[in-house]
């Protein structure tokens, strides 16, 4: 019902910043929130922010608060990942997803991306 595409990682110096992009495609995107997860080479799919579908909601994970950054545009159905401040163990795979609030916070989403990788560099 809903597919996800993400651009932007590549590849950045300790204390850049990249934005990535997740453009939606699909029916009834109006009933999903947005959100973002990441994995880390030889580590678990970790949650990285979540946002409604109106953006007035949003929610990180305590320790990337106030260098990452979600937004939305619900015009061209994007939803965007702002990093700033970045450190080598941001080193991931990056994921959209799409889903309702409480799914994508507990982490059991129904679509995915397929994911964008990012390398911060030391």
């Known amino acids: 019902q809903v597919q996800l595409v993400e651009s932007g990682g590549g590849l950045v110096q300790a204390g850049g910043s990249l934005r990535l992009s997740c453009a939606a495609s699909?029916?009834?995107?109006?009933?999903?929130?947005m959100g973002w997860f990441r994995q880390a080479p030889g580590k678990e799919r970790e949650f990285v922010g979540a946002i409604s579908w109106s953006g007035l909601r949003t929610y990180a994970t305590d320790s990337l608060k106030g260098r990452f950054t979600i937004s939305r545009d619900n015009a061209k159905n994007t939803v965007y990942l702002q990093m700033n401040s970045l450190k080598p163990e941001d080193t991931a795979i990056y994921y959209c997803?799409?889903?309702?609030?409480?799914?994508?916070?507990?982490?059991?989403?129904?679509?995915w991306g397929q994911g964008t990788q990012v390398t911060v560099s030391s």
């Open positions: 699909g029916r009834s995107l109006s009933s999903y929130a």
């Open positions: 997803a799409a889903d309702i609030w409480t799914r994508i916070v507990a982490g059991f989403v129904n679509y």
